[in-house]
């Protein structure tokens, strides 16, 4: 059974930083394309950022050049550095994995809290 378990989530003040973290199992991880998408209370979940299997990374405007995703295929798991927070990246976090050679086979992490103080 795929599962991804996000961590690193947390209370920080305007300016701070947290890196989140999210361990896959259960998946043949170097063919997935992994993301972090976020969900405030009352909006959509958005895309922040996601990296291919090839490591091409992609980012959501307000996040560029303060985010950073990386992944570590040999131990499944994929990060986000998130610097200068600001209160308006509060949101829950949720680690993504897509198939890149499937695209039906989506998963979901149970999401991490990320709360900025300002």
């Known amino acids: 059974q795929v599962q991804l378990v996000e961590s690193g989530g947390g209370l920080v003040q305007a300016g701070g930083s947290l890196r989140l973290s999210c361990a896959a199992s259960a998946i043949f991880f170097s063919r997935y394309a992994m993301g972090w998408y976020r969900q405030a209370p009352g909006s959509q979940r958005d895309l922040v950022a996601t990296i291919t299997s090839a490591g091409m990374t992609n980012y959501a405007d307000s996040v560029k050049g303060r985010f950073t995703i990386s992944r570590d295929n040999g131990k499944k798991m994929v990060h986000l550095q998130m610097n200068s927070l600001k209160p308006e990246d509060t949101a829950v976090y949720y680690c993504?994995?897509?198939?890149?050679?499937?695209?039906?086979?989506?998963?979901w992490g149970q999401g991490t809290q990320v709360t900025v103080s300002s």
């Open positions: 993504n994995a897509r198939d890149e050679y499937n695209y039906q086979a989506v998963y």
